[in-house]
């Protein structure tokens, strides 16, 4: 399969050139190894036993090969990151290693090698433009930048969306036929509480309550449910439910597996807005696995079939749209200093389903919209925040499934979500 550009390889250019290491981090799958390999000299990978067993042995093999090292799976022999930090301490220059990891660094780690020497960058899966479909029209650093200009039309629609929620943005799964690629994404699933987690020093004592929790909080995606009524909903009618601190344990190695990727809630900084609830919304790394765990296929899809936890409107197939825009969109942001989130007021009069933050504070917001028209009462928590805030507010966007891009009379782009690029 030919090697599909990605978003990360831009700031891949701009950066390791001029950076000692640089860590790739993200869940199985969302293609790492591919990334790095192709900028590597040296590649070890520790998902081998005789590499891992070189590396266990003499520590100093990794910095004895050829440069640039790409070390996969570093987290399987966890003293390779104390190791590679000592090397960049006493040799700084660009480009020496790469490092993948389907675990987070943990916060002793972290604490232990220092800030500064090993730079981590997140990688998703596929975003809807790097899947190929269409060449977008609108980018998110032209918004930033001011551009009122919104144009573009396609051919793509809903049908072709809910084909993209089940293919998914793994590059290794997406291009199986339907039967095989629905095993690949169970398997995955079923793999990540019988091998990852104890991979990675995880005990489950009762994998059929992880599992259930988890697919509970699938079927939350694209919602802030509190982690109680997750629970609840993933033991209805058991008394004896696992501990709130045993779900948290799981809850945070889950979260360092990248398996869920929660987008946080808003609180800026020197803002006059006030009680904003802290809650994240919910999501799993793609929205094709949060698909196969409530079960609803393509059709069931299209007619609105699919039971959510904590749902207070909208179908399954719109929580799944809203969970792709957003995975595509955070995929797309790199090293732009943008960050996401979402709002919402305490007493949920407004909530807005992005929230694209820029270091020098400046905002996007951008509501997620299953549908191909946009009214008023769309854009109502819109010009509520551009009330709020005024000018520090750059660009007010719809993501749509619609066919056209272009900015209504009140100026908020409506963008179809195929045509929206980095």
């Known amino acids: 399969m030919a090697y599909t550009r990605r978003a990360i390889d831009d700031d891949l250019d701009e950066l390791f050139p001029h950076l000692a290491a640089i860590a790739i981090e993200g869940a199985k799958g969302v293609g790492k190894t591919a ?7 040296t590649v070890i990978s520790l998902n081998e036993a005789r590499d891992r067993e070189l590396v266990g042995s003499d520590s ?48 002793e780690t972290r604490v232990h090698s220092g800030a500064g020497r090993i730079v981590r960058m997140h990688m998703r899966p596929l975003s809807f433009p790097e899947r190929g479909i269409v060449t977008p029209t609108v980018s ?3 918004l930033f930048d001011g551009t009122k200009d919104i144009s573009g039309r396609t051919d793509v629609d809903v049908e072709v969306y809910v084909d993209e929620i089940l293919r998914s943005g793994f590059p290794g799964i997406r291009h199986l036929p339907d039967a095989p690629r629905r095993v690949q994404l169970d398997s995955y699933l079923e793999r990540i509480v019988d091998r990852d987690l104890p991979e990675n020093g995880v005990f489950v004592r ?10 509970a909080y699938a079927a939350a995606t694209a919602t802030d449910a509190s982690y109680s009524t997750i629970l609840d909903a993933a033991t209805p009618g058991e008394g004896d439910k696992p501990t709130r601190q045993t779900v948290a344990a799981y809850r945070e190695h889950l979260h360092r597996l990248f398996v869920l990727d929660p987008l946080e809630a808003w609180h800026p900084a020197l803002s006059p807005l006030k009680r904003l609830t802290k809650s994240p919304k919910h ?19 299209l007619r609105g079939e699919g039971e959510r936890v904590a749902a207070e409107s909208g ?13 595509s969109i955070r995929a797309s942001l790199g090293i732009a200093g943008v960050r996401a989130y979402h709002l919402r007021t305490a007493n949920t009069d407004h909530e807005i389903d992005l929230i694209l933050e820029g270091e020098d504070r400046r905002v996007i917001a951008v509501e997620v919209k299953l549908a191909a028209t946009v009214s008023d009462h769309d854009v109502r928590h819109l010009n509520w925040l551009r009330s709020e805030i005024g000018d520090r507010l750059v660009d007010r966007v719809v993501v749509t499934t619609g066919r056209d891009a272009y900015r209504r009379r009140d100026g908020v782009a409506v963008v179809p979500l195929a045509l929206l690029g980095r």
């Open 283 to 301: 999501h799993l790394v793609d929205a094709a696995l949060a698909a196969r765990v409530v079960g609803v296929g393509r059709d069931g899809l």
């Open 140 to 142: 998110l650093s032209s």
């Open 35 to 41: 990334t790095a390999t192709r900028r590597a000299t």
């Open 206 to 215: 009762r994998p059929a309550a992880l599992r259930a929790w988890l697919n």
């Open 60 to 107: 100093d093999y990794i910095v004895d090969r050829e440069p640039p090292v790409f070390i996969d799976e570093w987290q399987l022999v966890p003293d390779v990151w104390e190791r590679v930090r000592v090397a960049v301490d006493e040799d700084a220059h660009g480009g020496r290693f790469l490092l993948a990891g389907s675990a987070g660094v943990s916060a």
């Open 315 to 327: 179908t399954w197939l719109g929580a799944l749209f809203e969970s792709l825009v957003v995975q």
